[in-house]
């Protein structure tokens, strides 16, 4: 009998927070039991970049992988959904067309689902190796297609996100913003008309979304740079590893939104040395 007690309200909580209901009311500590401990031993980087389809972050990142080899740095590049076998599988679900029906909410867990795997399976083990790692897309990209487009309250999303992450954030977050009369265009432009699942919305639900990452980037003015996607491919390029060699020099401020370790030291000169 001893015991019970306490151990029953656990499972309710537990119960609770699975289901998102209550995840916003309990302090982030908790929040993160996977990485508790951990946190302050990832002496990694870790960069995100987001943006609409369309706005040219595969180019970019292409561009990005060869400014770090040239400088003889050997980032992870990742990607979300994907990334891991079982992340893979979980991106085939979301993705293919012939999915029709999957409902917002479980749209959003299964997003939550792969970042958890990657999260645990690649980031992590990275970032406490002193890598850094650099993911298309992350977090953002769920508060603006499922919460902002989609429509799903906002703190669900952080929610879910919060426990699938263990409160990870990116150190430095690249915005490549595109209006969504654009979108199209480019993506014909690239030689890839729209083919998944996401891509056949409207402007309608991409207005939404880029309405979402600009609110994002209002709130995160200094994790979050917004770079116009309108510029040329090298302006583009120009911007993110000005950026870039800024956070990685030490240059830049720290955000001051909660960065991806709980007290992490500044970067410094350390990466360019
Ligand atoms: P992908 O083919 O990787 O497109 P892109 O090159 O534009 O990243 O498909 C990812 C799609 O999934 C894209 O339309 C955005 C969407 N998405 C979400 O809706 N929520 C999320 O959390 C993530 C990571 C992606």
Redesign the pocket.
Known sequence: MVGTFPRTILRVVDIYLFCGAGVDLLPRGLLSLGWKGQKRKMKGIFLTIE?????G??TQLELLRDWFRKRGYDPLFT????GTRVGDGV?EL??NRDYTGLVPLA??FL??A??AQLVAEVIVPALLAGRIVVC????D??I???GY??GLPRDFVEGINRRATGDLKPHLTLLLDLEPGLRLERLEQQGEPP?????VEGDAFYTR?REGYLELARENPRRIRVISARQSIMAVHGQIVQYVAEFLSGSAPRPREKAGRAKSPRPGGRFLG
């Open positions: 943006g609409l389809d369309g706005a972050k595969t990607r979300e959904p994907g991106r979301l993705l749209e959003a997003y939550s792969s970042r298309d897309r992350f977090v990209s769920s603006a297609y499922q487009g989609r083919r998944d699942r996401l891509e979304v």
